[in-house]
């Protein structure tokens, strides 16, 4: 996809309700697909015809609904809660939306990812404390060596990664919620210190939007999206973490695994991504420095030794 304004296209016609040409811009449709209540599949079928330069179909209703969004009033509700909407074609949003079945609207307290290398680190919600300890440890070293660390600010390894990111540096987070429901509640302090720190809480949920389940795929998708690849630090067989992982596949990325006891439950997702041939194995941050070529020389640590955990 391309969602430069000069590549952008501005005039399909609705094939039941002609729009005045000023309406017909990637920035409404992404507004749209945030706050309209349209299905999944007919978002990503109305962003490829508008990108094609193909008639949009709409019902009238739909069409009525598109219309009747106002923009700015959007842009002044981020704005009286200290953040700004980020839509295709606005500055800072190069890139971000190419890799979507279809562009989003972002809601951003903070700044956008920086560009640069950036990997997704996630993990159980209940990780062992060994598991917890590492994502923390590791991320903070990663972000020495200039990787952005990014995560989905859910409890456990996330939550361990955003912190050790910090110690030296920013870490953005997606949301599965609106930015008037941090979820979990007791991350609101980490999320104002990300956002203090030069980095940033982004969502692709409307203000009010609860943490409801189906969100987190959403959030999966965009971690998968916007990484390099992903570093996955425990996780059950069926969870989030396998979801990205799995997604991240989907998009030809890169996937590390960290390996465990194959007793331990929370070692069943990347010993299975190990089995299958899907990971490489990361034993340290070493191994996913040097798989990117981009060892600079911490000394060699094994997984349990000094800095690691």
């Keep these: 996809m391309h969602n430069r304004r000069s590549s952008l296209p501005t005039s399909p016609l609705f094939s039941r309700k002609n729009l005045a040409l000023s309406h017909l811009d ?41 219309e009747a969004l106002d923009l700015l009033q959007y842009r ?8 700004r909407l980020v839509l295709p074609g606005d500055e800072g949003s190069e890139g971000l939306f190419e890799p979507l079945p279809y562009a989003v609207a972002l809601w951003v307290r903070g700044t956008l990812p920086q560009p640069g290398l950036r990997i997704a680190v996630v993990g159980s919600r209940t990780p062992s404390l060994m598991g917890r300890e590492r994502a923390r440890n590791w991320s903070r070293q990663l972000t020495e060596h200039g990787v952005k660390v990014i995560s989905g600010l859910a409890r456990g390894i996330d939550g361990a990664a955003h912190a050790g990111a910090l110690e030296v540096g920013p870490t953005w987070g997606i949301m ?16 104002d210190r990300m956002v203090e720190s030069g980095g940033g809480v982004i969502t692709p949920f409307p203000p009010d939007a609860l943490p409801q389940k189906w969100h987190f795929p959403r959030r999966n ?26 997604l991240a596949l989907d998009q030809g990325k890169e996937l590390w695994v ?12 990347p010993n299975s991504l190990l089995r299958e041939g899907a990971a ?3 034993r340290s941050p ?5 798989d990117l070529d981009l ?15």
């Design 286 to 290: 070493n191994d996913l420095l040097e």
């Design 221 to 246: 998708l965009l971690l998968a999206a916007w990484s390099r690849g992903v570093l996955v630090i425990e996780a059950k067989l069926r969870s989030g973490s396998l979801v990205t992982a799995k």
């Design 76 to 83: 002044d509700e981020a704005t009286a809660r200290k953040a």
């Design 176 to 191: 599965g919620s609106g930015l008037d429901h941090p979820y979990p509640k007791e991350h609101s302090r980490l999320m």
């Design 258 to 269: 960290v390996p465990g006891n194959p007793e331990d439950p929370l070692s069943e997702g």
């Design 295 to 309: 060892m600079g020389g911490f000394p060699d640590q094994e997984v349990g030794g000094p800095g690691g955990t």
């Design 280 to 282: 490489r194995i990361c």
């Design 26 to 66: 990637p920035a409404r449709l992404a507004l749209a697909f945030a706050v309209l209540p349209w299905l999944e599949r007919e978002k990503a079928r109305l962003w490829e015809a508008f990108q094609n330069g193909e008639p949009v179909i709409l019902s009238e209703k739909a069409a009525s609904q598109l």
